[in-house]
């Protein structure tokens, strides 16, 4: 499924490029001095925890927020200059549910084609397939408010490429929805990936970001690390990371927290996730650090590091 | 351009039609308003019961209560036999007042030409008051004037001195509907169109769904003017409502022409519109743009001149109801429907209401350019 940069870099080039890109509200500065660029075609992840300005640089690529310093260029067109030639071309999905919840699935279809001047016989089949994509089949009359989360979810998705545009922003567009709807959703955005459509978008979950092609970890207004999920998991982190069981993990938790050698340590359920800098060495010292407090080690292994382990490693 | 437009104005009807409740009340307001102001707050005197304190039962005192039994604005509705009787009857709210005629007043009027009647108001309504005053006043003069003539053997058909002939124009019978209901088209509009227009923009930045319709093609222009059009034909609905209400059922005469009167209403609406869309730059809710509304509309109707007349204000109050556009307008639709008078007669009032719609037009679009949508 997930294509190769080579083929990426085959399409025509850039989808959107940021340079010294900067936002401050006040004395708060949310968006600070971020660089990065996404190439067409490929789903670029923009991860970060919330209040991190993952939605400030969205709103700002679209034109709807002034940038306070800094260069955006979103489908070869200045932003802000040229939003509106953007806007043309791009579908977008906010953090909020933004259809009409008091009309119809049919008819919120209808009138963001209309908005977006689809022209009528066009936008009569272009419905019915979103409301194929979407799992709505024969669902078209019911109103927009009685459906479930996934549904909703879709069927946003499907209001954002009615136009057919060459780029989309999703703003988190699967907060509080649950797993299966999740992995639906996602299938979808592969799709429209394949068929060549840019898909910039954020999220917060880690298991999320392992689907994008690229990614960009942002915290605190600033962009810490870039590359694909394997390459940030292979370049991004230094030292390694050992996954241990152990008979009382809290006990463990804590008495390995108290020795600086040890960069993270993290319980994942019933294991835990040390990152050490050499596995070798690492290895005797934990195993005496939980001997003196009496916990008895069942499993002690080498594991490649997860997103969220380098995520974590990156912003310490 | 004319089809994002039409996009937001069918859009903008479904809204209507998905929320019965709104529906009603749009619908219903002109109804409502016309039963309260056609019944309700008259302040036409007619049938006042007053309760009669004879302490002469004479030829002449019966002659007397039988000239204000004659009069339509009274009726006698008790004898009581003192004034602390009528009193306790007033206080109980039974009686509006009283006429109490003083043992002797038969005698005296033989004899001296000259006798005194008592006559009570409760004056709890002002307005009430002063008219049943001015009419027990009326009554007893133009029994007194009898009086003398008879006197001074003078034939009672003959001329007096000076014959004060009044006529009343307009509005003959003096009815208040004649003047209420007319003014309820100038109020209608603007609690439709006003508060209407600003609940529905700033609906959608409390949905969310303003971020959405901001990135696509549509301009602020657009989106305002197709959010406006349902609004304005159910402003132009719930007028004709009351016209017909009013001239159907209330007997409101129509004496100017229909055609200028929706005019110059259409007119006017220029104005509320853009008094909408300035309160939806300000409201951030829906709740917000309700108190905005009422906090324009109540003085705007208080000063208008809708219930007491612009004339009886304090002067300070007066120059400052000549920045509430509703007064021109009341003066305008009043103007048309009682005095029949056509646009030339109303050229101050209606270069008003232009200058306050271009005015407010233009910084409702102002304040619009600099915040967006």
Redesign the interface.
Same mark, same amino acid.
Do not use: M, N
């Given at each position: 499924m997930v294509r190769s940069m080579n083929d990426l870099m085959d399409d025509a080039g850039f989808a959107v490029i940021v340079e010294g890109l900067t936002k401050k509200f006040g004395d708060f500065t949310a968006v600070d001095d971020i660089a990065f660029h996404v190439l067409r075609g490929e789903i670029f992840g923009f991860l970060g925890p919330n209040g991190s300005g993952k939605t400030t640089t969205i709103r700002m690529l679209?034109g709807?927020l002034m940038p306070t310093e800094g260069q955006m260029t979103v489908l070869d067109f200045q932003v802000p200059g040229q939003a509106?030639q953007v &806007?043309?071309r791009?579908g977008?999905m =906010?953090q909020? @549910? =933004?259809?009409?919840?008091?009309?119809t699935v049919a008819?919120n279809l209808r @009138? @963001?084609g &209309?908005?977006?001047?689809v022209p009528p016989r066009r936008l009569r089949r272009r419905s019915r397939e979103i409301i194929v994509m979407a799992g709505l089949a024969g669902r078209g009359n019911e109103?927009t408010r009685n459906l479930s989360g996934g549904w909703r979810q879709r069927l946003a998705l499907g209001?954002a490429i009615l136009h057919d545009p060459d780029i989309l922003f999703l703003d988190e567009p699967t907060a509080g929805v649950d797993p299966v709807s999740r992995r639906q959703f996602w299938d979808l955005l592969y799709t429209l990936a394949d068929q060549g459509k840019t898909i910039f978008v954020t999220t917060h979950y880690m298991d999320e970001a392992e689907n994008c092609h690229r990614l960009a970890f942002i915290h605190r207004g600033r962009i810490v690390a870039t590359g694909s999920p394997q390459t940030l998991k292979q370049t991004q982190m230094s030292g390694e990371v050992l996954e241990i069981e152990v008979d009382c993990p809290e006990e463990a938790l804590r008495s390995l927290k108290t020795d600086p050698t040890f960069t993270e340590v993290a319980l994942y359920g019933r294991r835990l996730h040390v990152v050490v800098p050499e596995a070798v060495g690492a290895r005797a010292q934990i195993q005496h650090l939980l001997g003196a407090v009496g916990v008895s080690v069942s499993r002690m292994v080498v594991i490649p590091p997860s997103l969220e382990d380098v995520f974590i490693a990156r912003v310490r | 351009m004319l +089809?994002?437009t !039409?996009?937001?104005v069918?859009?903008e009807f +479904?809204?209507i039609q +998905?929320?019965p409740r709104s529906l009603a009340v749009m619908f219903l307001i002109p109804v409502v308003q016309l039963v309260l102001l056609g019944y309700a707050a008259t302040t036409d005197v007619q049938y006042l019961p007053i309760g009669v304190v004879d302490y002469d039962h004479s030829l002449p005192s019966r002659s007397l209560l039988n000239a204000y039994r004659a009069s339509d604005y009274f009726t006698i509705a008790a004898y009581l036999p003192d004034e602390s009787a009528l009193r306790s009857e007033v206080d109980r709210g039974k009686l509006r007042g009283g006429i109490i005629i003083p043992a002797g007043y038969g005698r005296d009027l033989e004899k001296t030409g000259k006798a005194q009647v008592g006559f009570v108001v409760d004056g709890s309504d002002p307005s009430i008051a002063q008219t049943a005053f001015s009419a027990a006043q009326a009554v007893g003069q133009a029994k007194s004037a009898e009086v003398v003539r008879q006197r001074l053997h003078i034939a009672s058909e003959a001329e007096p001195g000076i014959d004060v002939r009044a006529r009343v124009w307009y509005n003959p019978e003096m009815r208040s509907q004649n003047f209420m209901i007319p003014g309820l088209i100038g109020t209608v509009l603007t609690l439709i169109t006003m508060l209407m227009t600003a609940l529905a923009i700033v609906r959608e930045r409390e949905?969310?769904?303003i971020?959405? !319709?901001?990135?696509?093609?549509?301009k602020p222009l657009e989106l305002v003017v197709g959010k406006v059009i349902p609004y304005i034909f159910i402003a132009f609905w719930d007028l004709i409502e009351i016209l017909v209400i009013g001239v159907w059922w209330f007997k409101v005469p129509i004496r100017g022409s229909v055609p200028l009167l929706l005019q110059l209403s259409a007119l006017y609406l220029m104005t509320s519109l853009a008094l909408g869309l300035l309160i939806s730059s300000v409201a951030n809710t829906q709740q917000e743009a309700m108190f905005l509304s009422y906090f324009i509309l109540l003085p705007s109707i208080f000063l208008s001149g809708f219930f007491f007349p612009v004339e009886a204000m304090p002067k300070a109050l007066q120059l400052v109801s000549d920045l509430v556009p509703l007064k021109y307008v009341l003066i305008i639709v009043r103007g048309v429907i009682l005095k029949g008078v056509g646009l030339p007669d109303l050229q101050g009032p209606v270069l008003a209401v232009t200058l306050f719609g271009i005015v407010l037009l233009l910084v409702a679009a102002a304040r619009f350019r600099k915040q967006g949508i």
């Open positions: 679209l709807l509106e &806007r043309l791009c977008y =906010s909020k @549910f =933004s259809l009409y919840e008091d009309l008819e @009138f @963001f &209309r908005v977006y001047g109103l209001a | +089809r994002r !039409l996009a937001i069918i859009k +479904r809204h +998905r929320d949905w969310g769904t971020e959405q !319709l901001v990135v696509t093609p549509v």
